[in-house]
């Protein structure tokens, strides 16, 4: 699908020349180019009106919320037609992990998250796994920060038809492995339930109820229905389920991942004892034997990010996912307030491993935490195409 702009103004004043001078600079294979204007000239509208021209999936990035969720509102009465998408950190309070040597203080982790944002977070992967090209996702700096893989992510993707041979419990089964959680009695986001024949999906990622209905071992309907009042809003002939969470990995690659971390831990108690410091070498083995049972019995753990390494499969030192690695290799990147976000992301890294480099040192994570990351500046700059 194009995208289709719709508005009742047209471009004036020097609009339709920059609209025209963008445009061809994209066709042309400009890397990087600069849109000029003061606050109220319409670079929004214009920006919008290069979009509809060049048709490419779009990443617009903000410095902040606010900005962004202004953008997104504008952009979405825009391209009312297409997949207009918000991604934004969900945290509405956030205290980061922390130790503070001088004060011999440990922080814990605190945090809120808010389950709109997140919802409208896992939207935006959704449409983006969908392999749409009329995407647009309006975020903030959160874009950079480490998520589940492509890979791990379109691999979750539960496809039925109807008239499908399925197994109820094999289907229910491939939910539990998407991450959503069986509740028969309170159908929140992300929960399923299952009466007789009819398996109601709350899907993490939409307002709606997905409702599928077996006759015998056949899927007899997929339809939509109204979260409130259940009428049927749509009805399907295939349908794709996407994962209730962005960070999605294999029983393999758990055992793996358990086998890996337990293997640094070796590691890093034997380094503490070589250096004749007993207590941080206590303290580490305690803190993460305690999270792989964790892992082991309820398949996550308190602070399980710092973890992420060995989930994803990576190496030492090897940069994360994030949002960046599902665009396509063509897509087009709008830096807004490029003064301001630019900066912002060049420093996201560096306050990141400052704080780390005391959790590891003394001992309350392993050295993999520095790996759970936001995007270095040049490895940013590799996953941008054309930007404005």
Same mark, same amino acid.
């Given at each position: 699908m194009e995208f289709k702009l719709t508005s009742k103004y047209k471009p004036t004043g020097d609009q339709p020349d920059a609209i025209k001078e963008l445009? +061809?600079? %994209?066709?042309?294979?400009?890397?990087?180019? #600069?849109?000029?204007? /003061?606050t109220g000239s319409g670079k929004t509208f214009t920006v919008a009106n290069v979009i509809a021209n060049v048709n490419k999936p779009t990443l617009i990035l903000s410095h902040n919320k606010t900005l962004?969720?202004?953008l997104y509102e504008?952009?979405?009465?825009?391209? !009312?037609?297409?997949? #207009?998408?918000y991604y934004v950190s969900y945290y509405? *309070? *956030?205290? !980061?992990?922390?130790?503070? !040597? &001088?004060? +011999?203080?440990? %922080?814990? @982790?605190?945090?809120a998250i808010n389950d709109e944002i997140d919802k409208l977070r896992l939207s935006a992967v959704s449409a983006l796994l969908s392999g749409r090209k009329d995407v647009i996702v309006v975020s903030s700096v959160s874009c950079i920060y480490g998520m589940g893989g492509p890979v791990a992510m379109q691999s979750s993707i539960i496809k039925i038809h109807k008239g499908q041979k399925l197994d109820r419990n094999v289907f229910l089964r491939q939910l539990v492995d998407a991450l959503y959680v069986r509740?028969? %009695?309170?159908?929140?986001?992300?929960?399923?339930?299952?009466?007789?024949?009819? /398996?109601?999906?709350?899907?993490?990622?939409s307002d709606n109820i997905l409702r599928v209905t077996w006759w015998d071992d056949e899927i007899d309907s997929i339809e939509e229905v109204d979260s409130v009042a259940f009428h049927?809003?749509?009805s399907?002939?295939?349908?794709?389920?996407? !994962?209730?969470?962005?960070? /999605?990995? &294999? @029983?393999?690659?758990?055992?793996?991942?358990?086998?890996? %971390?337990? +293997? +640094?831990? #070796? @590691?890093?108690?034997?380094?503490?004892k070589e250096i004749g410091d007993n207590i941080k070498a206590q303290r580490i083995k305690e803190r993460v034997e305690y999270d792989i049972e964790m892992i082991k019995e309820l398949g996550h753990c308190s602070g399980i990010e710092n973890y992420s390494r060995y989930f994803d499969g990576r190496k030492a030192g090897e940069r994360p996912y994030c949002l960046l690695d599902f665009f396509p290799k063509d897509y087009l990147m709008v830096i807004d307030e490029s003064h301001v976000s630019v900066p912002q992301i060049s420093a996201m890294y560096g306050g990141d491993r400052a704080r780390k480099k005391n959790l590891v040192e003394y001992g309350f994570r392993l050295p993999a935490a520095f790996d759970n990351r936001p995007l270095k500046f040049e490895e940013f700059e590799q996953k941008t195409g054309q930007t404005i």
């Open positions: 445009t +061809d600079g %994209i066709r042309r294979g400009d890397k990087s180019q #600069v849109l000029l204007g /003061v962004a969720a202004q504008e952009m979405k009465g825009f391209f !009312p037609d297409n997949a #207009v998408e509405d *309070y *956030y205290q !980061p992990e922390a130790y503070l !040597p &001088s004060t +011999d203080t440990y %922080i814990e @982790k605190d945090l509740n028969d %009695i309170d159908l929140q986001r992300g929960n399923f339930r299952v009466k007789g024949e009819t /398996v109601d999906i709350a899907m993490a990622y049927r809003l749509a399907f002939d295939e349908y794709e389920i996407y !994962p209730a969470n962005l960070f /999605v990995t &294999s @029983k393999e690659q758990t055992e793996i991942a358990i086998r890996e %971390i337990q +293997d +640094d831990l #070796v @590691k890093q108690v034997d380094y503490f």
